[in-house]
């Protein structure tokens, strides 16, 4: 493992001279939503989501690392289908006050009543794998990360776009991805989440560092916690970089993973 950090350390030497490839054409115009920083937030989306146990669940264990002294104020929730868009989910019912997130639970496992009318500060949507790619499903992408959009706004709260990753066997996926996620930003004046593009910073620079689970689609533990360091960065506007919750992976591939997060919201919001 040593030798893969030494290696890592090398190979991002050489990318701050090259540069990355895998990059969104577009600039994205949304590229904070501080100084109010989100510290409840609903993901929308499917299977990407929920692996692992969820990757939201692994965002809230980092939130709370990096704000013990607040940890109750940091609460993330995940409405998922499996192989599901944007198109399969009704936001303006998973909104409705009294719904989803009314209640939660801390950590003695007392029940807490969170903010009446208004459960979340963002929503963070996700469509399916290939849909804002795929020539048959790009339309419902956009269409409905208007509706959505909309409709998060209309209930008070902030719409966030999580940008997916490539397949394993299918890199090429990633700048349309992320071509796709940046515009239908842009458009709806939206958060992106540059996933995606971690991604292909990670496989780029230690290949034999696995992200996938064996379908080559799913995230392994490490796609996971390297997705939730990515939203870290993006939601809450610092760096993963030393946070002690790990997921339970060794510190050289922890900070490896961290490391590749943050410079990834760095340059993807050319900060």
Known sequence: MMRLFARLVLAMCLAVAAGFNAQAQTKPKVTSLGPDFPKAALFVGNSFFYYNNGMPGHLTFME?????????????????????????????????????????????????????????DAVVMMDCSQCPIHPQLKDAFSSFAKKD???VRGH?????????????????????????????????????????LAFARVRKLVP??????????????????LAACVTFAA????????????????????????????????DYYGR
């Open 156 to 196: 008070g709260m902030r719409p966030v776009l999580f940008m997916s990753w490539a397949y394993a066997d299918k890199p090429e996926m990633t700048e349309g991805l992320a071509e796709a996620y940046t515009l239908a930003g842009n458009a709806n004046d939206a958060l992106v989440i540059p996933a995606g």
């Open 64 to 120: 709370r690392a990096a704000d013990a002294a607040n940890k109750a104020a940091y609460r993330n929730t995940m409405v998922t289908i499996g192989g599901s868009g944007l198109d399969w989910h009704d936001m303006d019912n998973l909104l409705r006050p009294g719904g989803i997130g009314t209640y939660s639970f801390d950590e003695q496992n007392v029940v807490i009543f969170n903010k009446p009318g208004r459960q979340y």
């Open 208 to 225: 034999e560092l696995n992200l996938y689970a064996p379908d080559k689609r799913h995230p392994s533990p490490a796609g996971t916690y």
């Open 235 to 266: 939601l809450r506007g610092r760096t993963p970089v030393g946070n002690s919750y790990n997921i339970g992976l060794d510190p050289e591939t922890t900070q490896l993973l961290q490391k590749a997060a943050w410079d990834t919201v760095q």
């Open 149 to 151: 959009s909309e409709i």
